[in-house]
């Protein structure tokens, strides 16, 4: 099973930036991404990256503002957010899909989780 480790997270105020990093243990799925899950609501998918080919597919709600990427010899991915807002509040996931596709952002596709890391955005 593979290890997941987020970092990055943080307290940052409204319209300023984090990056997310996950290392993970072995980099051999099908795809990985981050999910997210505010107080009193459900996991959410934010962005996905197939890895091999390097797609990516956003929530509406983060696209054009968040930025997922990959060093696939580091293991490692990475969430770059950027102009943040309070709704962005939320603990972040890493996740890996062993066969599940990206697209969807489905909360039931992912097969591994991370611990998490939680983002705090100020107004």
């Known amino acids: 099973q593979v290890h997941l480790v987020e970092s990055g997270g943080g307290s940052v105020q409204a319209g300023g930036s984090l990056r997310l990093s996950c290392a993970a243990s072995?980099?051999?799925?099908?795809?990985m991404g981050w999910f997210r899950q505010a107080p009193g609501k459900e996991r959410e998918g934010v962005a996905t990256?197939?890895?091999?080919?390097?797609?990516?597919y956003y929530a509406d709600s983060v696209k054009g503002r968040f930025t997922i990427s990959q060093d696939k010899v580091k293991k490692t991915m990475y969430l770059q957010m950027d102009s943040l807002k309070p709704e962005d509040n939320a603990m972040y996931y890493c996740?890996?899909?062993?066969?599940?596709?990206?697209?969807?952002?489905?909360?039931?596709?992912?097969?591994?989780w991370g611990q998490g890391t939680q983002v705090t955005v100020a107004t």
């Open positions: 996740v890996e899909l062993l066969f599940s596709p990206c697209e969807g952002l489905r909360a039931d596709g992912p097969d591994d």
């Open positions: 072995t980099y051999a799925s099908n795809c």
């Open positions: 990256i197939y890895t091999d080919g390097g797609s990516t």
